[in-house]
C-alpha cells in the first residue's frame, strides 16, 4: 500500500471499519468463520489468503471450500489447529494488529489511481454498500472504477471531485454521515445522462440528453416521482433510482396511448423479443446466435459506470445494449431491473442454463442483485467487468458459483 502523509487532525478523525459502516473500531471478533459464511470479515481473511498464496481464487466474500481448503493449508504452515474455521487464533495469526484494531484505512493515508492494497478493497466495499460501485469484485486495485466512484460520491457529499481518497473523503466516507448514491440539481455526469434517456424512454423529457441535471430534468423527474407514487422532490434517490430503471416504472400519461408503459411493453413481448414469436427452434437458435455474437463484438470495450454503450458500458448498459441490437423490446434498467422482467423464464440452476440467457449475481454479504451478463454455454458467460474494467468473458469459478441467483430466458 502506498502512504502519503495528511494533515495530522484529519488524519486522527480517520478509522475506516470492518465493516466500513461502523463508526467506532470495535474489539477483535470472538466468534467463528466458517464454511457458509458471507461478510466483508470473510472478503478480508479471504484476501490475505490470497496475498498469501494459499487461496488461488479471487476473494468473494463466501466461505466456501476453497476457502476452506485455504485456511486448512494456512493452518497446518503455521502450526495452528487444522479444522478449516478461521477461529480467533487463525484470525489474529493472519490479520495481526489489523484485525485488533478493526481498521484498514490506516491513518496518515490517502488512496489515489494506482494504488493497491487491502485497504482500496475495504474502501470498495464501503462504495458499494453506499451505491457507487457494482460490484463483480472487490480487486483492492485503485483503477478507474474506483475513482470515478469516489468522485461520484464527492459530488453528491459536497466534496472537491478529484477522484482521491484524501483525508476529507475517508473521514465522510467513515461516518454515518456519508450520503448514499443522490443526484441533484446542476449535477453532471454519464450517469445524468442515463437518467435522462431513461426519462425520455418513458415520455417525461423531451430534447437531447446533455448529462446535466438541469431544471427541465428536475422537472421530469418530478413528473415521474408523482406519476409513480415517490415522494415528489425532484431528487434521484435510491427509490427513484430502483424504481426508474424497472419494469415497474409507469411511462408519462401522454407516452401511453402512442408508446404504452414499460410493464405494457414488456408484456407485449413475453418472451422479450420484439418480433413476432415464432415456434421454429430453429429461430430461436439463429436468434441467439445473432445476440451471441453481437455481445462478442463488444469485448475490450470499457467499463464506465451507467454507460450504455457504443463504446463504453456498465454491466446493465452492456446487457441493454446487446438487447437493443438484437430486436429484443426492453427498457433500460438496471441489473436488479432486468432480474425483475416476469415475461422471461425464471432459470434457477445453473445446470439448465442455455446460450443466451442472462445470468444475475448479488454481491457478498447482500441479497441485492447488483450484477448481470450474458450466458454463452460451455461454463462461460460474457459480461462489462468492474474487476477487469471492460467486457470480458469468464469461466464459471468462485465467484459465479458463490454469488449466481438465477437466469432469465430472453428467447
Not at 415456434?279 to 451471441?292: E, G, K, R, Y
Not at 439448465?352 to 441479497?367: C, E, H, I, K, Y
Request: glycine share 10%; with cysteine; hydrophobic share 35%.
Amino acid at each position: 500500500m502506498k502512504k502519503k502523509p495528511i494533515a495530522a487532525a484529519a488524519a486522527a478523525a480517520i478509522c475506516l471499519t470492518l465493516p466500513l459502516s461502523a463508526l467506532a473500531a470495535p474489539s477483535p471478533r470472538e466468534d467463528l468463520l466458517k464454511n457458509g459464511d458471507k461478510d466483508s470479515v470473510v472478503y478480508s481473511v479471504q484476501q490475505k489468503l490470497y496475498e498469501s498464496g494459499f487461496l488461488t481464487v479471487s476473494p468473494t466474500g463466501y466461505y466456501g471450500t476453497d476457502t476452506q481448503a485455504a485456511v486448512e493449508a494456512y493452518q497446518k504452515e503455521n502450526q495452528l489447529a487444522v479444522d478449516g474455521i478461521a477461529g480467533p487464533a487463525t484470525m489474529q495469526s493472519l490479520l495481526g494488529s489489523a484485525l485488533q484494531a478493526a481498521s484498514y484505512i490506516a491513518t496518515g493515508s490517502f488512496f489515489q489511481e494506482g494504488d493497491s492494497s487491502l485497504e482500496v478493497g475495504a474502501l470498495q466495499r464501503r462504495l458499494m454498500e453506499l451505491g457507487y460501485y457494482d460490484y463483480d469484485g472487490f480487486t483492492g486495485n485503485y483503477g478507474p472504477v474506483t475513482q470515478e466512484a469516489i468522485r461520484l460520491f464527492q459530488r453528491t457529499n459536497g466534496l472537491k471531485q478529484d477522484g482521491i481518497a484524501g483525508a476529507e473523503t475517508l473521514t465522510l466516507l467513515a461516518s454515518e454521515d456519508a450520503l448514499p448514491y443522490t443526484v441533484r440539481l446542476e449535477d453532471e455526469g454519464e450517469d445524468v445522462r442515463k437518467i435522462q434517456n431513461r426519462l425520455k424512454e418513458l415520455g417525461y423529457l423531451s430534447g437531447s440528453a446533455d448529462g446535466i441535471y438541469g431544471t427541465a430534468t428536475q422537472k421530469a423527474v418530478v413528473s415521474f416521482q408523482k406519476q409513480n407514487g415517490l415522494s415528489a422532490d425532484g431528487i434521484f434517490g435510491q427509490n427513484t433510482q430502483e424504481l426508474l430503471y424497472s419494469p415497474s416504472a409507469k411511462a408519462a400519461p401522454a407516452a401511453k396511448s402512442s408508446s404504452g408503459s414499460s410493464a405494457k411493453k414488456e408484456s407485449s413481448a413475453s418472451s422479450g423479443s420484439s418480433k413476432e414469436q415464432e415456434t421454429s427452434s430453429a429461430s430461436s437458435s439463429s436468434d441467439v446466435s445473432q445476440m451471441i455474437r453481437f455481445a462478442k463484438e463488444q469485448l475490450g470495450k470499457k467499463y464506465v459506470w451507467s454507460a450504455e454503450g457504443p463504446n463504453s458500458f456498465d454491466c446493465s448498459g452492456f446487457v441493454y445494449y446487446v438487447l437493443k441490437n438484437s430486436g429484443v423490446s426492453t427498457g433500460r434498467y438496471s441489473a436488479a431491473g432486468f432480474s425483475q422482467v416476469s415475461s422471461w423464464e425464471k432459470i434457477e440452476s445453473k445446470g439448465d442454463l442455455q446460450p443466451g440467457d442472462l445470468v444475475f449475481f448479488t454481491a457478498p454479504g447482500s441479497s441485492r442483485i447488483g450484477h448481470t451478463g450474458i450466458w454463452l454455454g460451455n461454463n462461460q458467460y460474457i459480461h462489462a467487468s468492474t474487476s477487469a474494467g471492460k467486457v470480458v468473458i469468464s469461466s464459471v469459478g468462485s465467484y459465479f458459483n458463490e454469488n449466481f441467483v438465477f437466469g432469465r430466458r430472453v428467447f
